[in-house]
């Protein structure tokens, strides 16, 4: 039964109106162009674009600077928003957008609906627990949503600059020092003070999703125009210190995301909530000692130039003596 | 072995054991070329793979060795490529994948068997017929082909264009196969009227078995290691 709840949680979740900003690829070229999607719906598919006058900050954090994007870096492709931007130096980058709120009403009905299928748990309890369930709301929301992707080989420690938006996700380890099976710790912020407590999903989408499976696969796809979400999704609980961690079990496109809502005391409203999201991209496997600066040198470096001197020396050799055999 | 051969072997791969693991891997150079080239970048980054791993290469040129005339240079090698182009696109569009040092050290395998099978390994040491080489070089070519599809797996390569992304990278391999093997060939038949031939052929063989152990018992290393 915990499992079956489970399941149309994770399918619902899959369904509801999030907000991404998501990339082909999280490794970018330094100085070249770069397109930065800002998905509305789901992380495999986004339903609308985003209005221009919406957006109260856009901004890219690079090497210690922060640079604000107007509005003209914008355009639309189909149903996605899409951020061009061109990369500068090599470093670890932070790209940010949040949202003006916006409000709506519903009907008791609906409200509950939504509240259970977008994961926010703890109010849809808390009007359980007092009876509220009839009650009709007015809520006022608004997203806020950041990347964080690596341009060339040199990390820079700009991942742990927070952005200043009302919710943030801020790592607490570089995720491109990660590799799969590594822990992932993060710290969620409420207006810049850490959240307990607070319900976090979190998931991956694999690289190169366009394949198919058999009826039995324990895949549960968008469209099957984008990407796909794994069995692995988890909901997690922040610390006292609003932290929480996980392990990055494959690489692919990971995100996080929760909704913090409250009751609101403003007129005409009675709620309010925030909506957060954290994504980033886990890339190849292979082991690095601890702290490695992870340059690779495999296929042009010192190493192959060392095999190919090193072959040619023994097969000489080889011949040599095979020759005086002869 | 003799005492010099024996000393030989022991000191080439004592030489080559810090480059061994380094037969190919990622770059994340390559990983920024993917990002924003097109499917061109994969044709480049395909290419530059089979270049630059020289496991691919080795046995190769085992095979060549061993053959005889344009004709069964294009047969056997027209067989590897079927072979690791159905395991290199089915693997990777199905999503198909493996440890990397587990399929490399079975990659390192085919080496040794090459180098092994050209000295007549199987009928002097082993005492039984030489499996048959054509089918053998097929079944190698599929493994080298999920090789190839578990290194491009490595790779974050995107849903757009999936399929064409694996066709152009597998079209890179197969340009960077042939370019590879054009000095080779043309080295191989030149010696092959030479009085040194048979020098030559023995040592690489050899070479080619101190190799395979070399990059088995490396990759295995890396297996456990990581």
Redesign the interface.
Request: hydrophobic share 45%; charged share 15%.
């Given at each position: 039964m915990k499992k079956l709840l489970f399941a149309f949680f994770s399918l619902v979740v899959l369904c509801s109106h999030d907000m991404y900003l998501k990339l082909d690829t999280f490794f970018l070229q330094p100085n070249g162009k770069a397109a930065i999607q800002l998905f509305n719906g789901t992380f495999a598919e986004s339903e609308n674009t985003i209005d221009r006058d919406r957006m109260i900050d856009v901004s890219v954090i690079a090497n210690g600077q922060r640079r604000t994007m107007d509005s003209t870096h914008w355009r639309e492709e189909g149903s996605v928003t899409v951020l061009d931007f061109t990369t500068g130096e090599a470093g670890t980058y932070v790209v940010g957008v949040s949202t003006r709120p916006r409000s709506l009403t519903m009907e008791a009905d609906a409200f509950n609906r939504y509240l259970e299928h977008d994961g926010v748990v703890d109010e849809l309890e808390r009007r359980r627990t007092n009876d509220l369930l009839d009650t009709d709301a007015t809520e006022k929301y608004s997203k806020h949503v950041k990347t964080i992707v690596q341009v060339g080989e040199e990390k820079t420690s700009d991942w742990s600059t927070p952005l200043g938006y009302p919710i943030e996700f801020v790592p607490l380890s570089n995720p491109y020092d990660l590799h799969p099976g590594d822990p992932f710790g993060v710290q969620l912020l409420w207006q810049g003070e850490p959240l307990a407590n607070q319900l976090v999903i979190v998931d991956a989408e694999m690289g190169g999703a366009a394949h198919e499976h058999g009826p039995d696969a324990d895949h549960d796809h968008g469209d099957g125009s984008g990407g796909h979400t794994h069995d692995g999704m988890k909901q997690l609980r922040t610390d006292a210190d609003g932290t929480l961690e996980f392990e990055v079990s494959q690489e692919g496109s990971w995100f996080l995301r929760t909704i913090y809502m409250q009751e609101s005391t403003e007129e005409g409203l009675t709620h309010e909530s925030n909506w957060g999201t954290l994504t980033f991209g886990v890339a190849h496997g292979h082991s690095h000692g601890a702290g490695a600066d992870h340059t690779h040198e495999h296929e042009g470096g010192i190493a192959a130039y060392a095999w190919w001197i090193g072959s040619i020396v023994l097969v000489v050799g080889l011949f040599v003596y095979f020759n005086k055999r002869a | 072995m003799t005492g010099?051969?024996t000393r030989?072997?022991v000191l080439?791969i004592a030489?080559?054991a810090?480059?061994?693991?380094?037969?190919?891997?990622?770059?994340?150079?390559?990983?920024?070329?993917?990002?924003?080239g097109g499917l061109l970048a994969y044709v480049y980054v395909g290419a530059?793979?089979m270049v630059?791993g020289?496991d691919h290469l080795l046995f190769l040129v085992g095979v060549i060795f061993y053959l005889k005339g344009l004709r069964d240079i294009v047969r056997f090698v027209t067989v590897f490529t079927i072979g690791h182009s159905i395991t290199l696109i089915g693997a990777?569009?199905?999503?198909i994948r493996a440890d990397?040092h587990l399929v490399d050290a079975v990659i390192a395998l085919s080496v040794l068997y090459k180098g092994f099978e050209n000295l007549e390994g199987f009928k002097k040491y082993l005492g039984v017929r030489t499996p048959n080489l054509l089918v053998m070089v097929g079944i190698f070519g599929l493994i080298h082909g999920f090789g190839l599809a578990t290194r491009l797996?490595?790779?974050?390569?995107?849903?757009?264009q999936?399929?064409a992304?694996i066709v152009s990278f597998n079209i890179g391999v197969e340009l960077g196969q042939v370019l590879a093997l054009i000095p080779i060939v043309f080295l191989i038949s030149r010696w092959r009227e030479k009085?040194?031939f048979?020098?030559?052929y023995?040592?690489?063989n050899?070479?080619l078995c101190?190799?395979g152990v070399g990059l088995f018992c490396y990759q295995l290393y890396g297996y456990f290691?990581?």
């Open positions: - | 010099l051969t030989i072997s080439a030489c080559l810090p480059a061994l693991l380094a037969a190919h891997g990622v770059s994340s150079g390559d990983q920024a070329i993917l990002s924003e530059k793979h630059s020289y990777t569009y199905l999503g990397e797996q490595s790779f974050d390569i995107g849903a757009d999936f399929l992304k009085e040194s048979d020098a030559l023995r040592s690489v050899v070479y101190i190799a290691q990581a």
